[in-house]
């Protein structure tokens, strides 16, 4: 069975810092590209960062230079360290995996009508 198991979120002040972590299991982790989303109400979820198995990885444009995506495939692990929050960075973070096996994401992640699994969603809020 395919588990996204999320940890790490809270509440931090604007210009904070907090890390959030992503266990993954059920699956051949190295060989899947690996991805990062969030939603706020009444918005459409969007991708934030991805990771491809070998490590490099994809940002959107709004958490570039802000944000840092990573992975451990020894111990089956994806975490996103995100910097200099920003109110706007307030919403519900989710882990996805693929629904297909790619090493690699194409072109700059994959959409959410590509996602197989998700995680349960780790609040993020950031006050002013």
């Known amino acids: 069975e395919v588990q996204l198991v999320e940890s790490g979120g809270g509440s931090v002040q604007s210009g904070g810092s907090l890390t959030l972590s992503c266990a993954a299991s059920g699956f051949a982790y190295n060989d899947y590209c690996m991805g990062w989303f969030r939603q706020t109400p009444g918005k459409w979820r969007e991708g934030v960062a991805f990771v491809n198995a070998d490590g490099t990885s994809t940002y959107a444009d709004s958490v570039k230079g802000r944000f840092t995506i990573s992975r451990d495939n020894d111990n089956r692990t994806m975490s996103l360290r995100l910097n200099n929050v920003k109110p706007e960075d307030t919403a519900i973070y989710y882990c996805?995996?693929?629904?297909?096996?790619?090493?690699?994401?194409?072109?700059?992640?994959?959409?959410?009508?590509?996602?197989?699994?998700w995680g349960q969603g780790a609040q993020v809020t950031v006050s002013s």
């Open positions: 996805a995996r693929p629904t297909s096996s790619l090493r690699r994401c194409r072109g700059s992640g994959f959409p959410v009508s590509d996602v197989g699994f």
